[in-house]
């Protein structure tokens, strides 16, 4: 049996025993974020990805970056002052597993400058692979009542001139005419 040494008790009721204790766990609980490096033909774009508040977004994206899923991928659609959108249709197919939307309005991750996000059809559960980073803040993307959203799951870091490079290059429509490779994403430190 184990007891509570009488000191220890005595101190459960001190403001300065609690404030010792919830410092050390609450530093300690939280993970580091993790982070990637989206390296293309037009240069490197650092992210940093938001697995507390999109925990299900940012584990596909993840996973998809650990089997070195978006080798070879393009950044294809390009809207000036909108996205840019990315992934690889070499390797998708009709059979994706789809995620569950983890919408803006309840993960309060939004879709600022710099947020990478989930690209989808009219479904809000469709998304599969490919993703898209805002080029300035498109709040009518985070969703409304009635209108479920994008979901954002992480933010760039460095290298937003890149971004705002692509997004301006020539498009037909929304398609870039020259498409912008994507060499490797992968996690760093």
């Given at each position: 049996?184990?007891?509570?040494?009488?000191?220890?008790?005595?101190?459960?009721?001190?403001?300065?025993?609690?404030?010792?204790?919830?410092?050390?766990?609450?530093?300690?609980?939280?993970?580091?974020?993790?982070?990637?490096?989206?390296?293309?033909?037009?240069?490197?774009?650092?992210?940093?990805?938001?697995?507390?508040?999109?925990?299900?977004?940012?584990?596909?994206?993840?996973?998809?970056?650990?089997?070195?899923?978006?080798?070879?991928?393009?950044?294809?659609?390009?809207?000036?002052g909108f996205v840019i959108q990315g992934g690889n249709k070499t390797r998708e197919t009709d059979h994706?597993?789809?995620?569950?939307?983890?919408?803006?309005?309840?993960?309060?991750?939004?879709?600022?400058?710099?947020?990478?996000?989930?690209?989808?059809?009219?479904?809000?559960?469709?998304?599969?692979?490919?993703?898209?980073?805002?080029?300035?803040?498109?709040?009518?993307?985070?969703?409304?009542?009635?209108?479920?959203?994008?979901?954002?799951?992480?933010?760039?870091?460095?290298?937003?001139?890149?971004?705002?490079?692509?997004?301006?290059?020539?498009?037909?429509?929304?398609?870039?005419?020259?498409?912008?490779?994507?060499?490797?994403?992968?996690?760093?430190?």
């Amino acid at each position: 049996m184990n007891r509570i040494p009488s000191l220890v008790v005595a101190l459960v009721s001190s403001v300065a025993f609690v404030a010792v204790v919830a410092g050390p766990l609450a530093v300690s609980a939280a993970p580091a974020a993790p982070k990637v490096a989206i390296v293309t033909s037009a240069g490197r774009i650092d992210v940093v990805l938001d697995p507390v508040h999109a925990p299900i977004t940012t584990k596909n994206f993840l996973s998809l970056v650990d089997r070195k899923f978006y080798d070879g991928g393009t950044f294809f659609r390009a809207v000036p002052g909108f996205v840019i959108q990315g992934g690889n249709k070499t390797r998708e197919t009709d059979h994706d597993k789809t995620i569950p939307l983890e919408t803006p309005l309840k993960t309060g991750v939004k879709n600022l400058d710099g947020a990478i996000a989930m690209a989808r059809t009219s479904d809000p559960d469709s998304g599969t692979s490919e993703f898209y980073i805002d080029d300035g803040d498109q709040a009518m993307l985070d969703g409304a009542p009635g209108q479920p959203g994008y979901a954002a799951f992480g933010h760039v870091t460095k290298n937003m001139d890149v971004v705002r490079k692509i997004a301006r290059l020539p498009a037909e429509g929304q398609m870039l005419l020259a498409p912008i490779k994507i060499i490797s994403i992968r996690r760093v430190p």
